[in-house]
């Protein structure tokens, strides 16, 4: 096992715990914080697979998921403050 | 180069999994979001810093770095916005919270126009 194959496991881990959070989060807003660490955690995976096999293909789709995270995060934030909290399901 | 690479990733890979138990364990959004945003971003760049380092590729190197910079300069963004928008739509913060400096921020309504800030 390598430190790449080693921080792969980790980085299941975390996604694992924070989609837990996703699933329980009480707000909207948990969910979206914890969301927002399980992208981090696949960019960080797609960055170790180019790592792994050598390729630059799964480094575009890095980029890409990059660049989509944020912006989900932004309209997700934009949804938060139009409503309000007791009108929140679970 | 190699060796910097792994010790990087390895850092990298325990910044993760503390901004994944900071996220779960962390009593309010607030808490769970500072647990998730700072920890969370440096240990992606160290993740990717430490992959561009592996790398034999220069566009692949370019881009991971690009990636890092772009995670770097909009994720504290993107937390703020999140942070701000939970306070305002009223999201309680946690009973042994000290200090509120939004406090005097009025909670507006639904119907009110977009907030400037």
Do not use: N
């Not at chain 1, 924070?18 to 969910?31: E, H, Q, V, Y």
């Not at chain 2, 910097?4 to 910044?15: A, E, K, N, Q, S």
């Not at chain 2, 996220?23 to 810093?49: C, E, N, Q, W, Y």
């Amino acid at each position: 096992m390598t430190t790449v194959d080693v921080t792969l496991l980790v980085l299941c881990f975390s996604f694992v715990l924070s989609l837990i959070r996703a699933a329980l989060g009480p707000t909207l807003a948990d969910r979206a914080v914890a969301t927002d660490v399980c992208l981090f955690c696949v960019v960080g995976a797609l960055a170790l697979f180019g790592v792994r096999s050598g390729s630059a293909v799964y480094v575009d789709t890095m980029l890409v998921a990059t660049l989509l995270g944020f912006i989900a995060t932004v309209s997700l934030a934009r949804l938060l403050r139009r409503r309000r909290p007791d009108e929140e399901e679970g | 180069m190699t060796v910097v690479g792994d010790v990087m990733i390895g850092l990298g890979g325990l910044l993760m999994v503390l901004a994944g138990l900071g996220i779960l364990r962390l009593p309010d959004v607030f808490s769970r979001m500072h647990a998730g945003t700072k920890a969370a971003s440096l240990g992606l760049a160290l993740i990717l810093g430490g992959s561009a380092l592996h790398m034999q590729q220069l566009p692949a190197v370019v881009k991971l770095l690009a990636a890092l910079v772009f995670q770097f300069v909009t994720s504290p963004v993107a937390a703020h916005v999140i942070g701000r928008g939970a306070y305002v739509s009223g999201i309680p913060l946690w009973e042994g919270t000290l200090v509120d400096e939004l406090a005097g921020l009025d909670p507006e309504d639904p119907s009110s126009p977009e907030p400037s800030d």
